[in-house]
């Protein structure tokens, strides 16, 4: 409505003198549906029908994704579209009446244009600084830009392969894209559900409709999920990777054991059933296809309650300004201890390691697992959840040391396995090759999600693929020495190219034909 009534307000502002001018010298001629000494074309009722309906299907939609519950919507959002569809549409209609009303309907809506493109870099800026703190000045921004980007180009001019970048930090829950590199954050509207879920099996957040690595999980995670450089803001780290020779105001440091993009897969690890068990006993599952040494290793807390009631299994009460449910515990192992919590629901709490603030949890995009530290066998750690509203509810609080000697034996037989297998090459973003060279035929997996749009050839000839452990990207390669050329085609890819030719071959076709017809046209 606001494109097409603008359009008509701006040949009106710009070109309505000159065809004034034109009419009166003769030039154009006033004929059925043109008013006004500028000839602008006045809407007639079937304008009026078009705009209706158009206004009309809007709001149905907005009442739809009311009515059904919509994750995605904000009612105050909800309430601004339905307004501003009724203002618009109001405003038209009145404008139908006079087409000397096009001129300041056209610098209205070009006001109204400008305020809501206003308002969503406001949003924007608010969103990509956190919530609670001094909002940076916009020449701070750019530099901590530069800072990040500058890491991230060190990583990739000494290393050029296909591989994944991780950060203990933030910009923005879209990073990958706006630094350029390959992350396990992505925010996407089409996300599938089945993903998400599917995530959470290894302690990440579960957000609404995107990946969210928030720090991350363990450091086996971020082997399992190809995670070979880590970027961070401090110089020491809990887990066992190489610091790189990086001088600025971030850190960069190598992860030797990271799975590479493409890996041969032991054997019955693409039919594992992760569907049972908390977040570390999946790992130690995982891990055992590899090895059999448990990479974590459970540590039992006395739990204790400040100013909170316990009045049902895992449900606490706030009976103070402040509640804490405190896990205390006994150190036995000189290993990073890992700890997640299971509940229902997205609620609203706060972790505190030995009186110290760590993280929000139970929110959208605060709810992972975190790392206590590393401490001395013989010390007592306080890990504390303090309630922020009125109560909690939490199924499952767990606690584990993650052994990096194990974690290093993994990686050791990882990489024996992974002998017959090349580096994979990055074409595009959706043209990969590597090469196979097996004594036997062998299971190929991907830490990327299955979909039916990959095709994949092997020395040319189309292969089989199909899920691993539910959702990553499987098939099997025959022994001997192999190419492996993979391409990513959406679906509707070939029936969108055809549909838009068509559609630009027929409005070429118009257009000439109305040209002929009418020289002044267009």
Same mark, same amino acid.
């Given at each position: 409505?606001?494109?097409?009534?603008?359009?008509?307000?701006?040949?009106?502002?710009?070109?309505?003198?000159?065809?004034?001018?034109?009419?009166?010298?003769?030039? %154009?001629?006033?004929?059925?549906?043109? @008013?006004?000494?500028?000839?602008?074309?006045?809407?007639?009722?079937?304008?009026?029908?078009?705009?209706?309906?158009?206004?009309?299907?809007?709001?149905?939609?907005?009442?739809?994704?009311?009515?059904?519950?919509?994750?995605?919507?904000?009612?105050?959002?909800?309430?601004?579209?339905?307004?501003?569809?009724?203002?618009?549409?109001?405003?038209?209609?009145?404008?139908?009446?006079?087409?000397?009303?096009?001129?300041?309907? $056209? %610098?209205?809506?070009?006001?109204?244009t400008s305020a809501e493109m206003l308002y969503n870099s406001k949003t924007a800026y608010l969103s990509l600084n956190a919530l609670g703190d001094p909002l940076p000045e916009i020449s701070e921004f750019k530099a901590d830009y530069h800072d990040i980007d500058e890491v991230i180009s060190f990583i990739k001019n000494g290393d050029n392969g296909f591989y994944r970048?991780?950060?203990?930090?933030?910009?923005?829950?879209?990073?990958?894209?706006?630094?350029?590199?390959?992350?396990?954050?992505?925010?996407?509207?089409?996300?599938?559900?089945?993903?998400?879920?599917?995530?959470?099996?290894?302690?990440?957040?579960?957000?609404?409709?995107?990946?969210?690595?928030?720090?991350?999980?363990?450091?086996? %995670?971020?082997?399992? $999920?190809? %995670?070979?450089?880590?970027?961070?803001?401090?110089?020491?780290?809990?887990?066992?990777?190489?610091?790189?020779?990086?001088?600025?105001?971030?850190?960069?440091y190598f992860n030797k054991n990271a799975l590479p993009m493409a890996y041969i897969a032991p054997a019955g690890l693409k039919d594992a059933d992760i569907s049972g068990g908390n977040t570390f006993e999946k790992q130690n599952l995982i891990a055992s296809y590899w090895s059999e040494t448990p990479i974590f290793k459970k540590a039992v807390p006395e739990i204790f309650?400040?100013?909170?009631?316990? @009045?049902?299994?895992?449900?606490?009460?706030?009976?103070?300004?402040?509640?804490?449910?405190?896990?205390?515990?006994?150190?036995?192992?000189?290993?990073?201890?890992?700890?997640?919590?299971?509940?229902?629901?997205?609620?609203?709490?706060?972790?505190?390691?030995?009186?110290?603030?760590?993280?929000?949890?139970?929110?959208?995009?605060?709810?992972?697992?975190?790392?206590?530290?590393?401490?001395?066998?013989?010390?007592?750690?306080?890990?504390?959840?303090?309630?922020?509203?009125?109560?909690?509810?939490? *199924?499952?609080?767990?606690?584990?040391?993650?052994?990096?000697?194990?974690?290093?034996?993994?990686?050791?037989?990882?990489?024996?396995?992974?002998?017959?297998?090349?580096?994979?090459?990055?074409?595009?973003?959706?043209?990969?090759?590597?090469?196979?060279?097996?004594?036997?035929?062998?299971?190929?997996?991907?830490?990327?999600?299955?979909?039916? *749009?990959?095709?994949?050839?092997?020395?040319?000839?189309?292969?089989?693929?199909?899920?691993?452990?539910?959702?990553?990207?499987?098939?099997?390669?025959?022994?001997?020495?192999?190419?492996?050329?993979?391409?990513?085609?959406?679906?509707?890819?070939?029936?969108?190219?055809?549909? *838009?030719?068509?559609?630009?071959?027929?409005?070429?076709?118009?257009?000439?034909?109305?040209?002929?017809?009418?020289?002044? $046209?267009?």
């Amino acid at each position: 409505i606001t494109i097409a009534l603008a359009y008509k307000g701006f040949i009106s502002l710009v070109f309505g003198d000159e065809r004034e001018k034109q009419t009166k010298a003769g030039g %154009v001629t006033d004929n059925p549906g043109m @008013t006004g000494k500028r000839g602008i074309r006045r809407l007639n009722l079937s304008d009026a029908q078009q705009i209706m309906i158009t206004a009309g299907v809007m709001l149905l939609y907005l009442i739809c994704l009311f009515i059904l519950k919509d994750p995605h919507i904000i009612m105050e959002t909800l309430s601004v579209n339905i307004l501003l569809i009724f203002v618009i549409t109001g405003f038209c209609l009145a404008v139908m009446k006079d087409g000397k009303r096009l001129k300041p309907a $056209f %610098v209205l809506l070009l006001i109204i244009t400008s305020a809501e493109m206003l308002y969503n870099s406001k949003t924007a800026y608010l969103s990509l600084n956190a919530l609670g703190d001094p909002l940076p000045e916009i020449s701070e921004f750019k530099a901590d830009y530069h800072d990040i980007d500058e890491v991230i180009s060190f990583i990739k001019n000494g290393d050029n392969g296909f591989y994944r970048i991780e950060k203990d930090f933030d910009r923005a829950v879209n990073d990958p894209a706006m630094f350029d590199y390959y992350g396990l954050s992505h925010d996407s509207s089409c996300e599938k559900d089945k993903i998400l879920n599917w995530l959470v099996n290894f302690g990440f957040c579960k957000t609404v409709y995107y990946t969210y690595y928030n720090g991350g999980s363990t450091a086996f %995670v971020d082997d399992f $999920f190809g %995670v070979r450089y880590f970027v961070s803001r401090f110089d020491t780290i809990e887990k066992p990777y190489e610091r790189l020779p990086y001088e600025g105001k971030y850190y960069a440091y190598f992860n030797k054991n990271a799975l590479p993009m493409a890996y041969i897969a032991p054997a019955g690890l693409k039919d594992a059933d992760i569907s049972g068990g908390n977040t570390f006993e999946k790992q130690n599952l995982i891990a055992s296809y590899w090895s059999e040494t448990p990479i974590f290793k459970k540590a039992v807390p006395e739990i204790f309650l400040e100013g909170v009631t316990e @009045t049902g299994e895992g449900h606490y009460v706030r009976q103070a300004d402040e509640g804490y449910i405190v896990y205390e515990i006994e150190i036995t192992e000189n290993e990073p201890l890992y700890f997640y919590f299971y509940a229902p629901d997205r609620q609203s709490g706060e972790v505190y390691v030995n009186d110290l603030p760590k993280d929000m949890y139970f929110t959208v995009n605060h709810w992972n697992v975190l790392c206590a530290g590393t401490f001395e066998p013989g010390e007592k750690v306080r890990i504390a959840m303090k309630i922020a509203g009125d109560s909690l509810d939490i *199924s499952e609080a767990c606690f584990y040391y993650e052994d990096h000697k194990a974690l290093d034996e993994w990686g050791s037989k990882a990489a024996e396995l992974n002998e017959g297998i090349g580096e994979v090459k990055e074409i595009t973003s959706s043209h990969l090759i590597f090469e196979t060279d097996c004594d036997e035929d062998k299971t190929v997996m991907m830490p990327i999600p299955y979909d039916e *749009s990959w095709k994949i050839k092997c020395d040319g000839r189309e292969i089989e693929k199909e899920p691993g452990i539910d959702v990553l990207m499987s098939f099997s390669v025959p022994g001997g020495k192999h190419v492996i050329d993979m391409k990513y085609i959406p679906k509707g890819t070939y029936a969108g190219l055809l549909i *838009s030719l068509a559609g630009i071959v027929v409005f070429a076709g118009a257009v000439i034909y109305f040209k002929k017809k009418d020289p002044s $046209f267009f």
